[in-house]
């Protein structure tokens, strides 16, 4: 069965460095998603990406990050400079056209900010 | 915006009994979608069970089923014969309508839901 992949799974980082968090979202899904989930909080939304441009994106999506999809596979997200509060579970998701559009989500990307 | 709260952080079941999360949304929009999703140990968030709300049919998948009260805002899981690996966190997510448009899931801060033997 088709599934959302994430790499990698877990990252360490300074604070103030930039990290590349990858999807690989399902082939044929036309909408990517990231939230994220700090310890112990709810899963947040954080920006949503279709036909090469973002779609809609939340309070907590400033300048600090972005989205690409580099090639017809994959999806990043980028922080520029992280910050201690970064620190939480990244998860992509990806929704195809098909029926109810349901998101599917990757296992998550640990982040730990030093 | 839609707020979504589950008023339960934690519960506990015992295998093959019954359990019911409860779970309230605010929202101004008509057309819009309730899920619940399962997150067990291993972290990955996974679909239960949704729910349209035009339809006035509570949602069932097997043992999982819902109970929506449009008027009163309120969409409940409802685990029938609980088994042991139903033990995870459940959250309780919104996203307005149409569907196939791409809209963020708001979650709710979850239920973490332990079946003991």
């Known amino acids: 069965e088709p599934e959302v992949t994430q790499t990698p799974s877990h990252q360490v980082t300074q604070m103030g460095q930039e990290v590349i968090l990858r999807c690989v979202p399902i082939?044929?899904?036309?909408?990517f998603y990231w939230y994220r989930q700090i310890l112990g909080q709810k899963v947040e939304f954080l920006v949503s990406f279709y036909n090469n441009e973002i779609s809609e994106k939340s309070e907590i999506f400033d300048d600090q990050f972005s989205v690409e999809r580099p090639d017809g596979s994959n999806f990043t997200l980028k922080i520029r400079s992280t910050k201690l509060e970064d620190s939480a579970m990244y998860f992509c998701a990806s929704s195809g056209m098909d029926g109810f559009n349901e998101q599917f989500f990757g296992p998550g990307t640990r982040l730990t900010v030093l | 915006a839609q707020t979504v709260t589950q008023s339960q952080p934690e519960m506990s079941v015992q295998e093959a009994e019954t359990v019911t999360l409860s779970c309230t949304y605010d929202?101004?929009?008509?057309?819009?979608?309730l899920f619940w999703y399962k997150q067990p140990p291993s972290r990955q968030m996974i679909l239960v069970i949704r729910?349209?709300?035009?339809?006035?049919q509570n949602a069932t998948e097997n043992r999982f089923s819902v109970n929506f009260q449009k008027a009163a805002k309120s969409f409940s899981l409802k685990i029938s014969d609980s088994q042991l690996g139903d033990t995870a966190m459940y959250f309780c997510a919104f996203m307005k309508g149409p569907a196939n448009s791409g809209y963020a899931l708001n979650f709710g801060k979850g239920t973490s839901l332990l079946v003991t033997p």
């Open positions: 729910q349209e709300a035009y339809k006035q």
């Open positions: 929202t101004s929009e008509n057309n819009y979608y």
């Open positions: 082939s044929n899904h036309l909408y």
